[in-house]
């Protein structure tokens, strides 16, 4: 079992700057940011792989967030910078302990772990 508790959420006018924290339980193979708006589909955001520290990132979001980790603590922080409205959302953590290597982050269905979420609210 893999316990994430998720921090740093709020609201923010467009152009302005959030971060948010995701502690982990324990250690894991990659850990995503995920976001969920109302009516739509939760979309993989970023995903930082912990072996590697390799990361990737949805397009929309390259250029302005930034996903980091500390091993140590076993904590993802992501740095959203250049806020807009459109990312509002709820923003979840999330964590896949079966594959070191997946391809497919973006997808929900990789992660077997999730957060409780964190709200997330640009206003313009």
């Known amino acids: 079992q893999v316990q994430l508790v998720e921090s740093g959420g709020g609201s923010v006018q467009a152009g302005g700057s959030l971060r948010l924290s995701c502690a982990a339980s324990?250690?894991?193979?990659?850990l995503a940011w995920f976001r969920q708006a109302p009516g739509n589909q939760r979309e993989g955001v970023a995903i930082?792989?912990?072996?590697?520290?390799?990361?990737d990132y949805a397009d929309s979001v390259k250029g302005r967030f930034t996903i980091s980790q500390d091993n140590a603590k076993n904590t993802v922080y992501l740095q959203m910078n250049s806020l807009k409205p459109e990312d509002t959302a709820m923003y979840y953590c999330?964590?896949?302990?079966?594959?070191?290597?997946?391809?497919?982050?973006?997808?929900?269905?990789?992660?077997?772990?999730w957060g409780q979420g964190t709200q997330v609210t640009v206003s313009s």
């Open positions: 999330a964590a896949n302990t079966r594959d070191p290597w997946t391809l497919n982050w973006a997808r929900p269905e990789t992660c077997n772990y």
């Open positions: 324990r250690s894991t193979y990659s």
């Open positions: 930082i792989y912990s072996i590697t520290s390799a990361t």
